[in-house]
């Protein structure tokens, strides 16, 4: 399956602890790129969800984003340490008497480092519950290039047909221009009142025709669009593959081109160019 380079995704996840939402998104890039914002106490897992990309993913700019809210009401009761909050006072109160001997402020007691405590979290069990929600979210994320994929691939096929008859048209002319190049020598022999000579005419009619012949353009375009409908209908990560045919198509376009004298093989030259320069933009976006 082809599979684009942009999409999106959102999933959230909701506890005990609160409620946290992953958003994934995705642009062409030549290579895989990955970035993520996440808040400072799920850092520790940055290279987990590096590498579950990277199992995954072959290209793209990829951006990640985790946002987390805690419920206030599942924060734990607070604990006094007594033990550290009563050699404070007294300290205090030693300081105090060979000072001001002034009273302690029981608050700057209790904001003293470790007086107070919260019991921690189980934030191993978080992590757990939000990587297996990044999972379904990068599931969803490639599910989105995949759907996103198939639309691509089916634009391309749809340029690839108009090639194949643009193609067969030129092929349907070529009999047409040639005729009509040799009445155009036999004219210009007798405007110039020069005797024809038979042979003569055939040495520049077999020039010209080496010179407009393109059956050999025409046969590399028909098998460029049969190695291009291969290389879609294989899948996987082919956006190099298929930029590399673009380059082969552009090339037999542009020789097509500078062989034609005859304004229906121009024009359809110009078409050629135009429906090949479509599907380079389309592929563009394909990993």
Known sequence: MIHSMTAFARHEIKGDWGNAVWEIRSVNQRFLE??????????????VLRERFR????????ECQLRFNANP?????LALNEKLALQLIQHANWVNEQTLNSQVNPLEVMRWPGVMEAAE???SAIQAQLLAGFDVAIKEFISARASEG??????IEQRLEAISIEADKVQTFMPEVIEWQRKRIIDKFTDASIDLDSTRVEQELVLLAQKM????????????VSETRKILKKGGAQGRRLDFMMQEFNR???TLGSKSINTDVTASAVELKVLI?????QIANIE
């Open 34 to 47: 990955t970035y993520f914002r996440l808040p400072e106490q799920f850092r520790s897992i940055e290279p």
């Open 55 to 62: 199992k995954q993913l072959n290209r793209g700019k990829v």
């Open 73 to 77: 009401s599942a924060k734990s009761d």
């Open 121 to 123: 979290e189980d934030m």
């Open 150 to 155: 198939e639309n691509l691939k089916a634009m």
């Open 213 to 224: 012949d393109v059956a050999e353009e025409l046969d590399r375009l028909n098998s460029h």
């Open 252 to 254: 037999e376009a542009n």
């Open 277 to 281: 320069e479509q599907m380079r933009e």
